[in-house]
């Protein structure tokens, strides 16, 4: 018998991570409070599964297989019999730290409580639970079936075995999971966010317009995307919030939002999602 997983959330990222968790042979209960987030997530795993075909990565008939191994489910007690839960809802501190305190009570002893979590500290949530030691970031990168980066976070009360148990699970997806500390953004995000920032500030202060910064980092750094293109891509809201977690939980002046940022979010320019953002997105 396989063993199950399960995600919470079945959001872009909560669809992913049962995608690939799926194709490795995972039995998945993929929950969410809101079932047409289920039936999306569905219908999308579906689509790139079909792309995976196109292009050769998967043979036909393993879709409808993979398809079959991830039961849809609104109630979190439906978390039972996971060995391990990941969970990917909503970017807000006061609903992982209450998600958590719920997983808490439903999971399974013995399993890993991982959270998918870009910027909230590890070490609070493990806190809301009796088990911080089981506690851990597996923090997956968008789309999570094509990108093979996962920074596993280890929290203050992490214990060996479940960082040596996550790092082991993330191989086991194809992944290449890397190590790091819990402290504000981790590294993608302590890295990536600064930069986006400065880019903004570019604009901000006319040193060049969007698509001239872009191509210098594309052509001059070799950076598969612009750091304004990837702004779009990622959420200008999601960039502000994490660099305020940055701002806030370093207490560094060189964290701070840019004005354009902010500026931006609250005209509800927000990149891809909303249609707009340094680029306009014509069919949104
Ligand atoms: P999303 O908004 O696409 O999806 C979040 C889902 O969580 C929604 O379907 C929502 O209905 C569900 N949800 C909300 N409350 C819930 C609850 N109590 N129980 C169960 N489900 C609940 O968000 P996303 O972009 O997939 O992000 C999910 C997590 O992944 C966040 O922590 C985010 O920081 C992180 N993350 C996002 C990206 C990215 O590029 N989008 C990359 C890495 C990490």
Known sequence: MSERAAVVGAGTM???????????????TLVDVAPAALERA????????????????LAAEAKAEILGRIRPATAMGE??????????????????????EELDAAADAGAVLASNTSSISITEIAARTTRPDAVIGMHFMNPVPVMQLVEVIRGHATSDATTARTMAL????????????????????????PMINEAIFCVMEGVAEPEAVDTVMKLGMAHPMGPLALADFIGLDVCLAILEVLHQGLGDDKYRPCPLLR???AA???GRKSGRGFYPYGDR
């Open 14 to 28: 909560g669809n992913g991570i049962a995608h690939v968790l799926a194709q490795h042979g995972w039995d998945v």
């Open 263 to 265: 500026r931006m979010v």
């Open 170 to 193: 993330a191989r086991a997806l194809g992944k290449v999971p890397v190590e790091v500390n819990d402290y504000p953004g981790f590294v993608a995000n302590r890295i990536l966010l």
């Open 79 to 100: 978390v039972r019999g996971a060995s391990l839960v990941v969970e990917a809802a909503t970017e807000r501190k006061d609903l992982k730290l209450r998600l958590f």
């Open 268 to 270: 509800g320019h927000l």
């Open 42 to 57: 569905l219908a999308t795993i579906g689509t790139n599964l079909d792309r995976q075909v196109k292009k050769g990565a």
